[in-house]
């Protein structure tokens, strides 16, 4: 099955300053790549996705990578402000033992947990 | 169109007991997964419901652990005879489509004294 590493566990910026998360997915057939944010107690907010058919994708500024060739993708975010502190996890959607082989299981990494000190 | 709905939102159990969390869906969305979220950790895949219907269930324990989805009303996954192992966050999400976007519940925080 799938399997998803996620680095690193922790990381600590100055506001204003850039935070980058990279993490790995194993599975070539997983095509779709989204980037959840979870505040403490909270459900887990989707702020960015990717999917295989695109190398990068930007919202403001927030903005993923992917490189298929080497099975990874990263989350950049510029800027950072001291709202932008909880835990991110990444994922990959790959095939599940139901419906026809079709992508929809969702593996998650483990998380980083970014602090942005004012 | 309200988000993904799951209650109760925190529920307290000793052992021996059952638990029963409830997912309501966003509307027009007829996927459901569920998934369990230990401390200090990330999510992990339960199971992959549609109406009527469990697709996959291969993220569940084969014992004790049951979900459904029943043509009228949420899904529900239910925890019998629960173990202080069983404490976790459970998020239930859906999709429109399958291959599509997961927008997940607040979650039930599941205590076993």
Known sequence: G?????HPSTLSVQEGDSAVIKCTYSD????YFPWYKQELGKRPQLIIDIRSNVGEKKDQRIAVTLNKTAKHFSLHITETQPE???VYFCAAISRGGGSGGSNYKLTFGKGTLLTVNP | NAGVMQNPRHLVRRRGQEARLRCSPMKGHSHVYWYRQLPEEGLKFMVYLQKENIIDESGMPKERFSAEFPKEGPSILRIQQVVRGDSA???CASSPTLEDTQYFGPGTRLTVL
């Open chain 2, 89 to 91: 966050a459970y998020f």
């Open chain 1, 28 to 31: 070539s057939a997983s095509n």
């Open chain 1, 2 to 6: 799938e399997n998803v590493e996620q």
């Open chain 1, 84 to 86: 932008d502190s909880a």
